[in-house]
């Protein structure tokens, strides 16, 4: 598609702002967004240290569902896949958003269960969801090799027909555009060095480019979330990870739905221009590099293989890594911070791009209430003081 | 009609090779690539642009091609400049996409190897090539690996002479001198990662018209380098003008190497455009081929080629120049060149953009790395020698030739001439000059936005030769200079590689270790379901003829609980624990006591994570004061030993305690039943052994261990002997009546006994409170891990979910949410038919709830009842069986006397696997081998660890532990570096060396016992997998 | 695929290691001492340095050794 001839203004910043949005990421760009629409709150800078959309954004494999399995998941993730069913329209951008349904295998017996039970919990809470067994597995995706003898053969999967793929890029230009409109200055090559904090409350950042004064500082930065928290005197229960991901040469479509498997580490899509696109598992160390460990990448080719024996011959064109920020319970973390004024939305791990216009939603209105949104309390950080986790690595650890 | 030159080029005449394009029959010679066959038969169109249609012809010479894109027998999707032409090959064009058949199976073989080296020299060229040479003659391990079938780089195809003499004759004289270096050509390094680690793609049989099966077709080798040499070249790049996509238009070097190497002729007439002083060799070279060079346009000195004219076909007709048209069919381009940072840049090093030659180039190295010669922007082969050679490290030896090539003057920058449109900056992705313009004016500012916006450099040539124009036009646009604008950031691969060859040969069978018992032979002749646990294949039911899983598992429950019945329990982890503190950290471990365990008895126990959710449970016997042997779930066994040894070596090293795995040493057989007294003392064990006890007996002549424990609630005893007996011992229970079970049952069996299972009933969100386990979490202990977090507010809620029974009318879906009028408020975690109760049963995890409660899954809803979760024998009245009839112990009439090893079914399939003068495997037999943990016990012990010793003698038997296979013939370790990272050369791994590590996917310890002999200890539940492994790298050389 | 140097076996491939997160956290002499908010502090709370970051690793396919590493989260470089 043929991209809008002017996208944003390329602004100087400001001095002050009501609010400084730190990562102009898809999350941020959203946040932006939506405290402008929703809130009216235009005075507000994104500061991105590179150039915008560039970290997880330009990185991930762009799947959206919203089937988690803790309540609490699951209605922040549906929220989000409300919002994309009419993003296109209401930012006026193809996000060639498609739900082409999403397939994640059970390969074993345990892996049943927790696939049962998590249709089970969605459609419970309103969330379309299907168990299917082997056999209509292969109707919905007749190149998936099915055959007992494999390995680690197919039992099942869960479908969830609403959820799907969209263009990462076109997220983010979309939001983008749409925030530089109302009067957002979208402001990048900024970085954000320190945080001014008089008397508990943050007053201004200093930055690359001088310093700006904020009455509220929102921090979108997934996994350079704790270099930034730190720099405000808050340690996080985070961890950063590389998560790999890589394409294909350009194909004539061959696979119209999304194939995610937890068990053998892969989960593949075919995007439209004709690419596959396939993510891996996370690599186990810390790591800011943005590039992951090659046998990663082998075993889950190898894996990738055993699901689609036709893509042998297919060549990858280019393997890449983002760094994905993770909580102990695989969830996000959605608040207020121990500084008053300084909010944090972090944790999305693999859970990132399809959170990203309910995170965004939620994010800007406890901006703007200065509370946790309702569909945020859940995400406090005081859950790991009480315990009160929201453990989806069952749902989530692999799977994205 | 035919281009092809009579005399020159590195053909071979001789060799005819019919090959069909697009259906249409062509001949070519050996030593063409599909491209050269291809303008020598004058195809000019070979495809279509993908996104505008565009006729696109062969544009380059290797693998930076843009354009050729081709279709080759099963391969969807190659360039034709990089396809080595063979007898037979078929081949169609593209319009930018490959296509798959839903059908394909591929039946090539690929596969993957290790190697470690001193020196890693990367590009065979001048520079790389001296580097090798120097480098050789200073004494280090060498490896050069070169893309082409033949070593030379860029002097392949050019004219220039060294010394006087042809600059080739240099090349076989260098390559005559490099011994001990290890060459690999139709090699291209793909990725250069972490720690000198450099991967490559070795084409092996890709070039051949038959193609050895058993040879594997592409090799991705990957190596580990001391320090590596860059010496990748420099691709030369194009220019923007309207029509430079055409058919005819190509790069000035291509069409020079195309006249010189292959003696083709690209065009008849030919325009060359510059902006560098090397076109005007290639203008050279072309019109001594015969080409007519039109004129050459030189644009420094203020000329351009403002557009391009085609014929009919839509391929080049003639050019523009200051508004009149030249007739041409060759236009040969040339904007400068830019050195091949790929690999640099993948290795982290950082770039600068040098102002003199307009181009990236390394600045700072990351790693112990070196680029050298054009890829680091040197001009010049004399110059490049020179480098090499004092990269190699021993310059003084060599003397660097002369060269008659003219000295080149620096290029000018250029990167654009005539309209925007239809100016292409991206071939392959058909992105024009004015694309670009149209992203910076909708506020992009950074190169990666422009990719994305316009797809610059995203196809599958990555843009080698358009991402540094797309940056040029960039800064051209800006007014910025090209440096500050800044490069897109270069990834793995730098060729695009097959997905088969990144899954090597861990496909099928081997794509995970396949793990069984000793027993397995025997169900799998009895016809065994298997499931998937973990690795592990368990039999998780035995139907008879005809019968349904329900059925078999109703007859197999009620076997076990009315006569006796046998199950495979060998997989349950199994930890011997030795120390004068095993009773103080088993406390701190486990939630329960194990100091206060009597000597002989077993307890129950469960672990936790420090965040107080269960972990892992077992049974954990005291077998001698300072000796327990504890028992983990079969999925976490080696999870629980990493934890055991995490807090002993992390936080407790004070504590006397070690740990010997002896899961596969042990073959456990439970029988289970009323009537398993009788079966057992059958076979020599004490009838009259209480509860939750442990015997050392002698079971058939051998020494076995006996437990009476139970998780059926059932009289039961799990019989453990070492694992060549275990078949046998299974057979022999069977024989005496025991109907074989499998998990399934063990499952339904449990369930009625309300036994939580690890993983089913929990989730990692799930404390042993929660289980109503509350008697196995000890009130006493100061602490245990997890203790603190059992205390915190939300494992003291009073609304925890717990572990419920369920009643239903009909069998519940495991996963079915519970709902009541409040809402969802548990799940039903295991559901099964009890043989016992005659009925339906489940257990959940659930709030409390009022009111009536329904599990619901699909489109179903079924009310439940809320019952005690331990629904038969609750008063424990059969467990210890009918006192009256305990028999007396028939020790002695019996005998296991049929050792049976890990690999008895393989010993034929090895005797004919390999070739004697080549490699051969066998098994050793079986051999006395003890664990010990402390000081050297002697008798030629091995050192696993620090304190940890495997030998004939020594504390723990683990004779069955492990199984071991001898390779040996001299491509013995041409075999192991196929499935083994660790440096094997024999200078380093010695006559006599061991290591633990992994072969394949299966930990071992490798010894090198001679020169071309290796022994591989594999544990033996891997032995199996070890051997489909070892036969699959054996196919290689049993051809031989 | 990092390069790590086992102290008893010497350099392996990652591959053959587990990752251990953050070296020295010290299990709580007493954690019921502890408030909640200081034993969350020991079970979650780990620091994410970009930067030079002391880790553990275990040769769980070896010698099943603990040792702690020094490596930088960017360039991935392991101190000697």
Redesign the interface.
Known sequence: MRHPDFLWRNPSPKSAYDVVIVGGGGHGLATAYYLARNHGITNVAILEKGWLAGGNMARNTTIIRSNYLWDESAAIYEHSLKLWEGLSAELDYDLMFSQRGVLNLAHNLPDVREGRRRASANQQNGIDAEWLDADEVKKFCPILNTSPHVRYPVLGATLQRRAGIAKHDHVAWGYARAADALGVDLIQGCEVTGFEIDGGRVTAVRTSQGRIAAGTVALAAAGHTSVLADKAGIRLPLQSHPLQALVSELLDPVLDCVVMSGAVHVYVSQAHKGELVMGAGIDAYNSYGQRGSFNVIERQMGAALELFPIFSRVRVVRTWAGIVDVAPDASPIIGPTPVEGLYINAGWGTGGFKATPGSGWVYADTIANQRAHPLAEPFSLDRFTTGALIDEHGAAAVAH | MTQRLPIGGRVDRTRTLRFTFDGVAMTGYQGDTLASALLANEVRIVGRS?DLGRPRGVFGIGSEEPNALVRVG????LTATTVELYDGLAASGLA???????????D?RYD?AYLHCDVLVVGGGPAGLAAALAASESGARVILLDEQPELGGSLLGARERLDGRPAMDWVAAAEARLSGVQVFTRTTAV?Y?????V?AVERRTDHLADRPAHISRQR?W?F?AGRVILATGAHERSIAFPGNDRPGVMLASAARAYVNRYAVRPGTRAVVFTCADSAFAAGDDLRAAGVEIATIVDARRGETVTRTVAGPDGALAGVEIGGRIVECDLLAVCGGWNPTVHLFSQS?GRLRYDQNIHAFVPHLS?QAEQSVGACRGTYGTAACIEEGYAAGGSAGNFRIPVSDARHEQPPAALWTSGAQEEAFVDLQRDVTVADVA??I??????V??VK??T?AG???D?GKTSGPGTVGVMSALLGADPGAVGTT?Y???YV?????L???R????L??P?RVTSMHASHVARGAVF???GQWKRPWYFPLDGESMDDAVLRECAAARTAVAAMDASTLGKIDIRGADVGVFLDRIYTNMYSTLAVGACRYGVMCT???MVFDDGVTTRLAEERYLMTTTTGNA?AV??WL??WH???WPELDVSFVSVTDHWATVAVVGPRSRELVTSLGVPGDMPFMTYREVGLGGVAARVYRISFSGELAWELNVPWAYGRTLWETVLERGAVPYGTETMHVLRAEKGFPIV??ET???VTPQDLGMSWAVSKRK??YVG???H?????MRADRKRLIGLFSAERL?????L?TAA??VG?V?SSYHSAALDRPFALALSRDAHGPMEA???TRRVPVEIVSSVFYDPENLVRDGSPSTWPVSHEGDWLLDRPVSALDAYRDRFAVAGADAVVRAREIPLAIMRETHGADPGEDAMR???E?WIGPAGDVDVSGQRTIVELTGPRARDVLITGC??DLDPRVFGVGAY????LGRA?VILRRVDDDAYHVYVRSSFAGYLAEWLLDALAEWSHT | MLLIRCPFCGPRDETEFHYGGQAEIAYPADPSALTDEEWAGYVYLRDNPRGWFHERWTHSAGCRTWFNVRRHTVTHEIAQ
């Open positions: 993908v099963d391969d969807p999707m930018g996409k490959g296509r798959l058949d839903p059908g394909f199976a591929d090539a993957k990725g990662y972490d720690h000198n680690y991967v991705l990957h580990r982290q990351a149209r992203s004016g909708a506020g992009m500012r950074s990666e936005h994305r916006y797809t995203t196809g599958a990555q950031t990834r793995p691969p695009p590689i097959s997905i088969a990144l899954a090597g861990e496909r099928g069978i794509s995970d396949i499931e998937d646990v420090a965040d107080g080696a030993l990493d040894e995490e070596q992390t936080e993983g089913q989730d990692g969100t100061p602490d203790k603190r977090s205390a915190r507010p939300d494992a879906a495991e996963g079915a949410q709902v809402g969802m799940h975690t619901v899954w699909d696993l660890g620090p940890w990272a660790l290591v633990q590590t992994m930990q």
